[in-house]
């Protein structure tokens, strides 16, 4: 029989192992944060309005996984306020996720970017985002709103076909 001692290491070993053998999905939401775009990002050309901020809706596909991202660029050489009540991951049509993005500040010509939470998907099926963004500048009574699809992507596809 095991001592107790060696138990525990026994056990604190496995919890280890399991941690690092299954990392927990990529999930920033409700915060905005920065990012590395990569090839397994798949998204909108920004919409925008030129002088304040580009906003681009995102699919993020990596073999089974997927996410939801939006991206906002502040355009303007001051802060400005930034928020998304609405980011939403589908796949085959319907809604897997929606998270919102809370109210953050972006300085100027900075970029960020807010996460739904990654899901496995089968090969066969696809992926798909859509996103509602406000945006103004600070104070300002008004805000402006974008909202935009990503483009449409198949799991485990590597490469766009042209």
Same mark, same amino acid.
């Given at each position: 029989?095991?001592?107790?001692?060696?138990?525990?290491?026994?056990?604190?070993?496995?919890?280890?192992?399991?941690?690092?053998?299954?990392?927990?999905?990529?999930?920033?939401?409700?915060?905005?944060?920065?990012?590395?775009?990569?090839?397994?990002?798949?998204?909108?050309?920004?919409?925008?309005?030129? +002088?304040?901020? &580009?906003? $681009?809706?995102?699919? *993020?596909?990596?073999?089974?996984?997927?996410? @939801?991202?939006?991206? %906002?660029?502040?355009?303007?050489?001051?802060?400005?306020?930034?928020?998304?009540?609405?980011?939403?991951?589908?796949?085959?049509?319907?809604?897997?996720?929606?998270?919102?993005?809370?109210?953050?500040?972006?300085?100027?010509?900075?970029?960020?970017?807010?996460?739904?939470?990654?899901?496995?998907?089968?090969? +066969?099926?696809? &992926?798909? $985002?859509?996103?509602? *963004?406000?945006?103004?500048?600070?104070?300002? @009574?008004?805000?402006? %709103?974008?909202?935009?699809?990503?483009?449409?992507?198949?799991?485990?596809?590597?490469?766009?076909s042209r």
């Amino acid at each position: 029989m095991r001592s107790t001692p060696s138990r525990l290491i026994v056990a604190l070993a496995s919890t280890t192992a399991a941690i690092l053998a299954f990392p927990a999905s990529a999930q920033a939401a409700p915060g905005w944060q920065s990012y590395t775009y990569t090839s397994k990002w798949h998204c909108s050309q920004a919409s925008s309005d030129t +002088s304040i901020a &580009a906003i $681009s809706v995102c699919v *993020v596909v990596n073999g089974q996984a997927t996410q @939801a991202v939006v991206t %906002v660029t502040n355009k303007r050489s001051s802060t400005i306020q930034i928020e998304a009540p609405t980011l939403t991951l589908y796949s085959v049509g319907q809604p897997l996720s929606t998270v919102s993005c809370n109210f953050s500040y972006l300085t100027a010509n900075q970029t960020t970017a807010c996460f739904g939470p990654t899901f496995q998907r089968t090969c +066969s099926q696809n &992926a798909q $985002s859509w996103a509602k *963004v406000n945006y103004s500048l600070p104070d300002a @009574a008004i805000w402006k %709103v974008a909202s935009g699809w990503s483009p449409t992507w198949n799991m485990c596809t590597v490469a766009r076909s042209r």
